[in-house]
């Protein structure tokens, strides 16, 4: 859904008169009052905009971190068991 006004159109937009219409002050009063509402929910929505941008890249280069192979972290695993075993069962486990 896009936005369909701004502040420009609400300021611009003009309304015909009648005999028995509202009162052309407390309308613009209030329509000043939308175009302040948009303005904040305009820039506010640029603002997130960009700190979604950011923290997606911040998010990007978290991930991009070197780490140490998974083969690498078994095979040291592995080897911690292995002198585990040794030494909890000592000579006979070897043969």
Known sequence: MANQLNGKDILEKN???AMRGYNQEEVDEYLDMIIQDYEYFQEEINRLQQENERLKKQSD????R???????????????????????????YEE
């Open 15 to 17: 309304f015909k008169t």
């Open 61 to 64: 280069h978290t991930r991009i």
């Open 66 to 92: 070197p780490s140490t192979s998974n083969h690498q972290v078994n095979y040291d695993i592995l080897k911690r068991l292995s002198n585990l075993e040794k030494a909890v069962f000592g000579k006979k």
